[in-house]
């Protein structure tokens, strides 16, 4: 599943400073259920962009579980969809950027600036019209198109997933915040049980703006 977060902010490259990630070099990080790579397909003063690549392993996840093993835990589309686990790696990758904290541009980790986030393979229960009830009242211009199952075979129909663009001129934190809470919400297959806890660190998140989201 692939994140691609970019700016028009100049100079784009301050991008590397609030993600406290470095344009110029490719990185990867270990996860409980694969690995997340972060590297910039580009980066100039005009624009740049950071992409978060998750490579999750589909043997690993259930490795270790007891009980017989069902086809469906190892043939499904959690490598692919851009669901729960999306979340973890941004809160574990991105966590300072999460938070708002940028020692090196304090006052632009605090600004709104433009910022355009992609996202492949997004699943949405509810289809592409509430892809725009989710995001829109949140300030979002959205774009969204409806995957097919399989282009070779157009008569099976649509698939659940969505090439979604969600623009505005917004805090990093802010946008981070967003698709942490909502990015679940719209695949509502979470990959590990959502206890008490789960429900309050979402609440967290979603401080100063989901109290007051109309589908809240």
Not at 179 to 190: F, M, S
Request: some cysteine.
């Amino acid at each position: 599943m692939l994140l691609r977060i970019t700016t028009t902010h100049e100079p784009a490259t301050d991008l590397g400073y609030l993600l406290h990630k470095n344009p110029a070099r490719v990185q990867a990080f270990d996860l409980s259920f694969g690995r997340a790579h972060v590297f910039y397909p580009e980066a100039t003063a005009a624009r740049c962009t950071a992409a978060l690549l998750l490579d999750v392993d589909p043997v690993g996840l259930i490795r270790g579980h007891r009980g017989p093993g069902l086809i469906d835990q190892y043939v499904n589309d959690r490598p692919y969809a851009s669901c729960s686990f999306l979340s973890t790696a941004i809160a574990k990758v991105f966590g300072s950027a999460l938070a708002g904290r940028c020692e090196a541009r304090p006052g632009l980790a605090d600004a709104p600036i433009p910022l355009v986030a992609r996202l492949s393979a997004l699943p949405c229960r509810g289809g592409t019209r509430w892809l725009h009830e989710i995001f829109e009242p949140l300030g979002y211009r959205v774009e969204a198109e409806r995957e097919p199952l399989d282009p070779r075979f157009p008569g099976w129909g649509e698939s659940p997933y969505h090439r979604v663009t969600l623009e505005q001129r917004i805090r990093l934190a802010d946008l981070l915040s967003h698709l942490y809470v909502l990015v679940p919400v719209l695949d509502d297959r979470k990959h590990y049980w959502v206890s008490e806890d789960e429900i309050e660190k979402l609440l967290r998140r979603g401080e100063g703006w989901l109290a007051a989201h109309p589908l809240r």
